[in-house]
């Protein structure tokens, strides 16, 4: 159990998007102390023991970004980090699209101590699960508490609309740049001049228009889009 109130986390995630997304909210999570990136190639080489043995030795919970929760086909090398790691005592959070989330919420058991939804990630969500998770706890999926019909209370839940790609003015065009870049609100704050609460509510207001709940998603749309990358960077 942590009694520090400070985590250290680890994460393992295919992909840039993932990566960039997952160390932009960890740069922002009040609970984190440090965290790491790592890419699943480095766990699947012929002799890995010793970049598990750096895996273990810095952090108190492991988040697996992956498609797959029962570790089958592309995501096998997800299953068998997480056993290795869970032996040595490491919590082990899994971050599934919202789709296998609700397969796995039949209670069927997993290689993990939580699971969290790609889709519905956010910086504070994701800080508070960590937290819990090093103080001993356990992220149950609840097929009740999950399922998106009952957070409507029988009204019918609207359809999910295309984001407004079109709105964004070009300061938010140049904030969704620097997202992409993986930059803190603080560090947008920086590169724009302004402050930390005006480049948060910058932020908010690029994620609300790309209709995305979190920045993993929108810098994935801006990726898709082509909406980054044609400009001079910000940064220097």
Known sequence: ??????????????????????????????HVDQYSVYEPEEFTAA????????????????????????????DAWAAELAAVVRRNGIRVVLILPGAEVQ??????????????DQDALT???????????????RLVVEPATWAPSSRFSGQEARPRT???????????????????????NKQIGQALGVSEHVAKRS???VLSKLNCPNRTQAVAVALREGLVGTGESLRT
Do not use: H, K, Y
């Open 203 to 205: 932020v908010a207001v």
């Open 47 to 74: 002799a890995p023991v010793d970049a598990i043995q750096t895996l273990v030795l810095s952090c108190d919970v492991l988040v697996v970004w992956c498609v797959n929760a029962f570790g089958t086909g592309e």
């Open 1 to 30: 159990m942590n009694t520090s109130g400070s985590v250290r986390v680890a994460v393992v995630a295919r992909g840039e998007v993932a990566r960039g997304g997952l160390a932009a909210m960890l740069a922002e999570a009040a």
């Open 103 to 116: 397969r796995v919420a039949s209670g069927q058991a997993l290689p993990c101590d939580g699971v969290l």
């Open 162 to 184: 295309e984001p407004s790609i079109g709105l964004l003015t070009e300061r938010e065009r140049q904030v969704l740049e620097l997202l992409v870049d993986g930059l803190s």
């Open 123 to 137: 910086t504070e969500g994701l800080d508070d699960a960590l937290r819990r998770l090093a103080d001993g706890e």
